[in-house]
């Protein structure tokens, strides 16, 4: 299978090494561009902070860019997860106790207030300038204080590549996959102006969530699937025979 892969483009890379390994062909076409803040050193104070939070590998990456000249003891601080490709980045950062709620933000809500006493000190979140989900409220109503850094920021494409649009054409793509509902709603956009609407009924759309196959609804696939929990592994399940 030929799948199209618009994740940005370092999750993209280890995404399609996953694919890859599974036999199929990927096309890589990051729908956008992931821009560490040059203010973000400036935004991470951790006093008084018990636990970080992650939402994405992308924060990850901002805040260990931003993290460099900090105090070796900090990479003590436990960690929470998102998924396991976040928690897989904290860990390669150097952090030494790292969970993962293998879910979305509701599942990483649930995962801090089962494991983390809220009068032991805050949380911080390391954000994107664009955030899904409520951490925030469903966090302080349980009692924590939070924190949240602006530490990137994602600049959407302006048009899908010529070698996109031509696979698209020659009907070479399979199989496309979707990870957040801001990726599928831009695509819709790309996909629009690049004219690509009736090519698109030869692929199948892939979908981390319900909330990024609602993003779809406008669009003519050939089929669109949705992973049964918000993984990548769920993601790669779908894309099996």
Known sequence: MRVLVTRPRPD??????????????????????????EEAAGQIDLTGIQALLFTSANGVRAFCAAFAPRKPKDLELRVFAVGDASART???????????AEGDVTDLVALVRRQVDPTQGGLFHAAGSKVAGDLKGGLEAAGF??????????????????????????????????????????????????????????AIAVCLSAAVRDEMASLRW??????????????????EP
């Open 145 to 202: 204080a939070f924190r949240r850094a602006v530490l990137y920021e994602t600049r959407a494409l302006e048009a899908l590549s010529e070698e996109t649009q031509a696979a698209f054409k020659d009907g070479e793509i399979d199989a496309v996959t979707f990870f957040s509902p801001r990726t599928a709603k831009s695509f819709v956009r790309l996909a629009g102006a690049a004219g690509l609407g009736d090519y698109l009924e030869a």
């Open 12 to 37: 993209a890379e280890r995404f399609a090494e996953v694919l890859a390994e599974r036999g199929h062909e990927v096309l890589i076409e990051p729908l956008f561009e992931v821009v560490n803040l």
């Open 222 to 239: 050939k089929a669109v699937a949705v992973a049964a929990r918000p993984t990548q592994a769920e993601v790669v399940a779908l894309l």
């Open 90 to 100: 904290a860990v390669q950062c150097g952090f030494t106790s790292v969970e993962s």
